[in-house]
T-cell receptor, first 113, second 114 residues
């Protein structure tokens, strides 16, 4: 049973659009929520991360919104580009035991030129 | 720095055969992990290690064994491969504390069990 639920499974947007990926979790002990980006044939790489005491974090065109009371968080990709086409995974971990990550199922984002 | 490397990149096994996947990292990281990635399932933690000589079970450990005899290496073994172990396997490493809590992933090993 996945501890982090992610949706949608896939989405397609036009260049300049704002794909939004949503994640939900149950374990209130989680206190670290990263997003990983994976290109075909490559391993995942950390994109951006947030702690639950912050409601929003921006790094470049990527923004995480975090709703602690709802136990939900989402990734927005502003002004999306074809180079953003990849699979995105949300994750959650306990801040102990070596950052053991529980991953969502992944969302494949396609940005059309 | 090579980062995290995995050997081999591809492998085809017959049911019942055994094999070992090798992961190496040159970042002097204390923690290392093995994940499997399956369509629609994300990445699931198989085993992990918090230091040389120590290992622990993750979310899906059955059918796998691991060893960490050297800090830079983490081996994943399949004693008797089954078709259900067909997957892409990723190794990752991280520091024990501090930084961004980032796990650095290798390029993966695609394993097919016939």
């Amino acid at each position: 049973q996945q501890q982090v639920k992610q949706s949608p499974q896939s989405l397609i947007v036009q260049k300049g659009g704002i794909p939004i990926i949503n994640c939900a979790y149950e374990n209130t002990a989680f206190d670290y929520f990263p997003w990983y980006q994976q290109f075909p044939g490559k391993g995942p790489a950390l994109l951006i991360a947030i702690r639950p005491d912050v409601s929003e974090k921006k790094e470049g065109r990527f923004t995480i919104s975090f709703n602690k009371s709802a136990k939900q968080f989402s990734l927005h990709i502003m002004d999306s580009q074809p180079g953003d086409s990849a699979t995105y995974f949300c994750a959650a971990s306990l801040f102990r035991g070596g950052y053991k990550l529980s991953f969502g199922a992944g969302t494949t984002v396609t940005v059309r030129a | 720095n090579a980062g995290v490397t995995q050997t081999p990149k591809f492998r085809v096994l017959k049911t019942g055969q055994s094999m070992t996947l090798l992961c190496a990292q040159d970042m002097n990281h204390e923690y290392m992990y093995w994940y499997r990635q399956d369509p629609g399932m994300g990445l699931r933690l198989i085993h992990y290690s918090v230091g040389e000589g120590t290992t622990a079970k993750g979310e899906v450990p059955d059918g796998y064994n691991v060893s960490r005899l050297k800090k830079q290496n983490f081996l994943l073994g399949l004693e008797s491969a089954a078709p259900s172990q067909t997957s892409v396997y990723f190794c990752a490493s991280s520091v024990a504390r501090g930084g961004r809590g980032e796990q650095f992933f290798g390029p993966g090993t695609r394993l097919t069990v016939l």
